[in-house]
């Protein structure tokens, strides 16, 4: 309905009223009550503060309440063990280890790191030696070997084993040979696809053709001549080329996609199913940590202790990774990001956003036993649509730990084949400088519905800085799930500061429900970062509510309501009645259309999304109008004009408006209460009627919601 306040006050619910006694006021916000004994509805403090003082949770807080974690950081670890963040240096890129080819393979001694590759356009593979200092040196394959993939390398009584695609087929050296010997192939009953060393004897599991990875030998033979006995049958006979074999606790452990099997030297046994829900993502990543098992599923990352098994966190959180290892007592986790991998919800948030545009970016993440964080970015520069010969050229592949140093291998890609990237993680002799950026994502449980205005922030460090150095601030209220949307909040500075014990901003017109911000610098890796502390004041949101009286009579012909324009009105009493009864009843928001009238300027087309008029200043900041039969939904406003709207909302259609059309404050309200309703009654000749010589009003309450 087209409001006409010639001849109306008010409409709710499109139904048009004349009132009386009209009363506007600021309606009382609702904070829920803390704590126990006599207290006011509105009782709250107005400061509040909220402090993350120590970062031993890792990544993903979610509440205010969990003041021991962060939403995110890269490039930041807690090296020391205290909880206190410090930098870690960024990785090294580096080309040619390996050529155009994929890591299959590999195993490291006290004193190498071995790698298998294979190469994609003719397939061929490759072993190499790398030691402590990263020279690394080629080893001499047999072609028997080179024209099949590595599927396993172990060190067995000091000499390099290595297994292959395909039946009867095994090589060995010596660790500090260059030159690899295959064992006779002389034997019938096959030879082992995927190795392990337990209890100083070589295990594996069979390598034939249609059913390998489903039982595990017991290898049996000598340098010169391959034999295997069945140490353990599964039943299944299903191949499954992403299985993984290793010890834990002292059993040998099978993961396949459908299940997790142990054997104990006598017999083997199913540790968990997923028959029913077989997938190449489970029981993927198997690495043995601090006595834990740990694995990802399709759902989520899990740890075992031998008995029980424990949801960690969720897949929706953190991402499927590429590859794990173990080294430096840590799990060492990466990711990647590209249009072929998609990004999680949390690469998103911190930037790995492969689908805004960047180019292909890579995560390491490194979990500690205690909390997962993001210690590196890999980034190979290559752009989305660049004519890839592959689905995932280019992305990380495999990581792995050796004296100190972390490798991340990927996949070949034209601009940089054989790119890799090499990390020292031994960070407390690093030095230098180092980018880092760390993200809280927090809100304040108790009141989330209710605004809040930012008050000022301060960070302590760890440390001294040798120099000043700037700490950037950003902020964002909304989407968190994405990368974009980052306001500049200021800087900190660090060595001028630190005179005054703590680091402060002040900043200004901050207000929110929910907050999230970044701080990033590059700064000296001799200190960190040891609390972040929030503070802000409570500041509930602004809202109407209406006392008046509504004069719900007119159908009289004799004594009709009369409307503003002089003229009777033809309005039904049990319409406007049942309306008024009906709004009140209702757990859906009404439309009201207040008593002020502002005046458009120009004419405006069905489209546009900003609207000029004479004045704002009976508005709020943002809210609702009605034009005509449309109401649009702004989000801002100047002296004069309306932004960011939303056509046609409501239940409403966008149209074009004429210039000087009426404009009016409009609100989503409650009835929330009927005050009074007087009607006069006619008890003459025992027929009780409503008197319709006289008026029929109701007065009620409206609040804004």
Known sequence: MSFDNSKYDIALNNVGYRIQGYQKAEASTFIPRLGSGAQAESEFD???????????????????????????????????????????????????????????????????????????????????????????????????????????????????????????????????????????????????????????????????????????????????????????????????????????????????????????GIRIAMVDDSLKNVSDQNYAFPAVLKGYLYYFMQDGFYRYNGSMIEKLYDISEIGFPR???????????????????????????????????????????????????TYGRTNIGLSKGSNNDFSGQGENARVVWHANNLYVFTSYEKTGPGTYFKFNTDEMKATGTSTWRLITSIFDADFAMVDKTLENLEILLDGAPSA????????????????????????????????????????????????????????????????????????????????????????????????KDGKPSTQKVSDLRGNIYTARSSDVPRVFIDLDQLDLNGAHNNSVTTFNINTTALLKDSGYVQIDDEIIYFAAKTGTTLTGCIRGVLGTAAAAHNDNAAVFPAYRVIVRQLANERIEMDDSDLDRKEDMSKPSQITIQLQEV
């Open 468 to 563: 000043d150095e700037t700490i950037a601030i950003e902020y964002r209220p909304t989407d968190f799930a994405g990368s974009t949307g980052w306001t500049n909040l200021g800087t900190f500075k660090t060595q001028s500061k630190l005179q005054e014990s703590i680091i402060r901003s002040l900043p200004a017109g901050v207000v929110f429900k929910k907050i999230q911000f970044r701080l990033s610098g590059t700064t000296d890796v001799s200190y960190g970062i040891a609390k972040f502390v929030i503070r802000y004041i409570i500041t509930p949101d602004f809202k109407y509510q209406w006392q008046f009286t509504v004069n719900a009579f007119g159908d009289n012909t004799v004594e009709p309501l009369m409307l």
């Open 323 to 373: 590859d794990v290892c173990t080294g430096k007592n840590r799990l060492w986790i990466i990711y990647s990001n590209s249009e072929f991998s998609g990004s999680s919800r949390y690469d998103k948030s911190m930037g790995y956003d492969y689908s805004s545009g960047n180019p292909l970016d890579g995560r390491v993440a490194v979990f500690d036993g205690k909390a997962m964080f």
């Open 46 to 264: 107005l400061l509040r503060a909220k402090t993350i003082d120590g970062f031993a949770g890792g990544n993903l807080q979610r509440k205010w309440k969990d003041d021991k974690s962060i939403f995110g950081s890269e490039s930041l670890f807690p090296i020391y063990d205290d909880g206190n963040l410090y930098p870690v240096k960024q990785m090294q890129a580096l080309t040619n280890i390996h050529g155009k080819s994929l890591v299959t393979a590999w195993c490291t001694s006290d004193k190498y790191l071995f790698v298998a590759t294979t190469s994609y356009n003719t397939p061929t593979t490759s072993i190499l030696r790398i030691d402590a200092a990263g020279t690394v040196t080629g080893i001499t394959a047999p072609t028997g070997l080179q024209q099949r993939r590595c599927t396993s390398m172990v060190i067995w009584n000091n000499e390099l084993w290595v297994s292959s695609e395909g039946e009867y087929n095994l090589w060995y050296m010596s660790q500090n040979a260059t030159t690899l010997t295959q064992v006779s192939a002389s034997q019938t009953n096959g030879s082992p696809r995927l190795l392990c060393v337990y209890n100083g004897q070589l295990y594996g599991t069979n390598a034939g053709a249609n059913d390998y990875n489903v039982h595990i030998w017991k290898y049996t033979g000598s340098k010169t001549a391959i034999s295997v006995t069945s140490a353990g049958d599964t039943g299944i006979r299903t191949p499954d080329a992403n299985a993984n074999l290793f010890v834990f606790q002292g059993k040998i452990y099978l993961a396949r996609r459908d299940s997790l099997w142990a054997y104990d």
